[in-house]
Every structure is written in structure tokens, then in C-alpha cells.
């Protein structure tokens, strides 16, 4: 088999591929021979159909099958062993292409159009600044984190005297003849809106009745509704003012900072008194901020690679051609015009990663794909305010994330990134500058 290519400019070439009959032929014979060992035609026992026959009715969708096989061979060994680094894939130029008769033709030429991608240095190097934001975790953060545990595994208990945030169980009695009659309704005074209304519960007692309005406490039909149990269209036809009964005040006490609290949050025994509790917090927190640190860190480089390859020029009409042709079901000409822009920063942003990560020597191992989705898993988990989970368990959910071909692929290329990143922290001129999460969150304000 031969394989020419012919540039056509810098970035687009054209692969003439010529195949002959010892490309074929041999495959040509073992696929007939196996058709007439298993076909099965009127007339003819198994195995003993006339190979003339055979050959007559499958013979060209045979030839094309195999010609076809060699093509794709061919291309593919020629653009591997000649190191050439394409864009998209070859695509037929049939005006190159000279026109085929299957019946009489045993040498075939074809012509396929390839897109070459630019030249480029990806690399960074001392001259590249960069600023690693290193935020710190400060003593309220902390507090912050045990007051949010301690209200989350706190307890609710029966109180004989309202306080803002407890909640109400009584009798709600509409203020007309015949008038509705809501036993066990359930009030909490703090989501009323207007604030003359909640401050008619303010000092309330266990066994007090209570006057007021529903239509001006509440804004919402929906609420209202759903409090009394009616249609929301009933609500415009209720009276204005209701009393209600209160039978029992629950309140939601926060948990003890001890011990009971340790085992809770952290159940694997290993946080014993306080100052444990709050250092393993904080250790959480700085881990959280660490991620978010490395992400910034990553942005900026990103955007520095970027922009050393920002006047690239790319084969557009051969892209825009490959798409179009790819995404002929999903994607109009018109729909890819308008995001072509942003598919080219895209392509930028992967030619870049390949090179870096053949340039740094940049694997990614299965122990680290599935490190990272329990590690993914674990976030989810403290999402939910489950801390400490038990390392089986994040392996069993990771294990179930790792099943889906999809979530694999977003991870390798994530885990790939980071590996980047961290190479180039080696190579740049890092400056490292402790911050205050707050002042953080303002670097992506601009």
C-alpha cells in the first residue's frame, strides 16, 4: 500500500492512498470462503453453494468491505508512524479521488483532506509569574463549623415560653359564623413577613390565644392554603382575623460541645475532647480551602497558557467542514459558526494538555482516578453535614461513579489537570500570598 501526502499549506494536507491487490486479496478469499461455509441458499446444502455463485452475489460488498479496512489501516499506521498531529479526522475529498469500477478495477486510489494542528509552546517557564492564593483558616471559621455541628445534631424539646425560632402547635379558629376550624395547625412566627403580625407571638405562653390576620402575615396564597389545609382559590373569601391556641412550643436546642458531639460527627473514636474536635475542623476546612486555592491557581494558568497561543491559527473551513459533517444531526452550519469560537479555545486548551502532560511525563493511574472520585464522594457527603464517613463506604460509592464511562472520562481529564498544574508550580515563578476567604471570593468578582 502506498500513502502520499501533499501539503497544501501549513495547515491542511491532502493523503493520497493507493491500495493493491495484495492489500486485499488474501482477506478478499477467507471472507468468501467462510459466507459459503455458512450460507444457507435454496437449492444448495450447507458448505456446497458453487463458489462462482458466492462470489457473484457478495463478491463487491466484500471487495469494498476489505479495500475499506485497508484504508483505514493505512491512514492510520501513516499518520502514527509519520508523527503527524492531526485535528479532527481525514475526510474524503472525492474530486482527488478518481472514479471506481468494482467490477473491472483491482488497484484503487483515494484522496483524503487531513487538518494539521499549528505549531506551538504550551510550556511556562521562571519568566511566568504566577501567585498561589493561600487562604487562611481563622478562629471564627472554626466556631462557625462547631456552631453549625451543633445545631445540626442538636435536639428539639417542649418549652412553656415562645422564643424567635420555635415553633407552634395549637388550634387556628377562623373569626366568622361557620368559620374553619384547623386542629393541630403548625405556626413558626419567624417566616410571617410583616413584622406587626409576628410580634403579636412575642412573650406567648403554653395555653395563650392568639389574634391574628393570615392574609397579612403571609404574602403567599400557596402558604396560606397549605396551613389550613383548603384550595388555594379559597383563601380570597377567608376572614381577616383568626385566633390561635397554643397547645405546645418545641424549640431546637443546639448539642452539648462534648463528647456525645465528637461521636456524632467524627464516629470513628478518633476525636476525644475539644481542642481535637476543633483541630480536625479546622484540618477540613483548610483541605476545602486548599481545593479552592488550586482551582484559582488553575485558572491563572490556564489563562496563561492561553494567551501564549492566543494568534494560533487554526484549518477553520476543514473544522468547521468536519463538524458539520459529524453533528449533521445535532449541529446546523449556523449553530456551529456561532459557537466555533469557543470550540477553538476548547481545542486550544487540549492540544495544550497533551503537550504538557508528554512534556512533564504526566500518567494518570487507576488508584488516582478512584482516590479522586472518593474524594468527590466525600464532598458530597459533607454537602449533607456527614463528616468522617467511613473510607468503605466512600469506596463503595466511588467504586458505583467509576462504573459510568462518562463520569471516568471527567475524572482522568480532571485528575490529569491537576498533575499539570502541580508541575507547573515547579517551573513558574510562584509567588505564595496568605488571604482571608472573604478577600478570596473577591478575585473572581473582577
Known sequence: MQVNKTDIDALNATLTVVVEPQDYEEKVQKQLKDIRRKANIPGFRPGMVPAGLVKK?????????????????????????????????????????????????????????????????????????????????????????????????????????????????????EQKEGGIVKENAVLSPDYMQNEKQKKLFAGAKKGDVI????????????????????????????????????????????????????????????????????????????????????????????AAILKKMDKLQFPEAFLKRWLLKTNEQKMTEEQINKEFPQMIEELKWHLAKDQLATAYEIKVEPAEVEAYAKEMTRMQFLQYGLAGVDDALLTQYAQETLKKEDQVRGIVERVQENKIYEALKGVVKLETKDISYEDFGKLFEK
Not at 412550643?249 to 473514636?269: M, P
Request: proline share 2%; no cysteine.
Open 57 to 173: 452475489m457478495y463478491g463487491k460488498a466484500v471487495l469494498a468491505d476489505e479495500v475499506n479496512k485497508a484504508i483505514n489501516d493505512g491512514i492510520y499506521n501513516y499518520i502514527r508512524d509519520e508523527k503527524l498531529n492531526v485535528l479532527g479526522d481525514p475526510m474524503p475529498n472525492e474530486e482527488a479521488s478518481p472514479a471506481i469500477d468494482w467490477d473491472i478495477d483491482t488497484t484503487f486510489t483515494f484522496a483524503f483532506d487531513i487538518a494539521l494542528a499549528p505549531e506551538f509552546d504550551a510550556k511556562l517557564n521562571g519568566k511566568n509569574k504566577l501567585t498561589y492564593y493561600d487562604i487562611v483558616v481563622t478562629d471564627q471559621e472554626v466556631q462557625n463549623q462547631v456552631d453549625a455541628y451543633a445545631q445540626r445534631f442538636g435536639d428539639y424539646v417542649q418549652v412553656d415560653n415562645y422564643e424567635a425560632g420555635d415553633m407552634l402547635k395549637g388550634t387556628m379558629t
Open 211 to 302: 389574634t391574628f390576620s393570615p392574609k397579612k402575615a403571609y404574602n403567599s396564597e400557596v402558604e396560606i392554603s397549605s396551613m389550613l389545609s383548603i384550595k388555594k382559590e379559597e383563601v380570597a373569601g377567608l376572614a381577616d382575623n383568626f385566633t390561635f391556641e397554643i397547645q405546645t412550643i418545641t424549640r431546637h436546642k443546639k448539642a452539648q460541645v462534648n463528647a456525645d458531639l465528637f461521636a456524632k460527627v467524627y464516629g470513628d473514636g478518633s476525636v476525644t475532647d475539644e481542642t481535637a474536635f476543633r483541630e480536625r475542623i479546622k484540618a477540613e476546612i483548610k483541605s476545602n480551602f486548599t481545593q479552592d486555592s488550586n482551582y484559582k491557581f488553575g485558572l491563572d494558568a490556564k
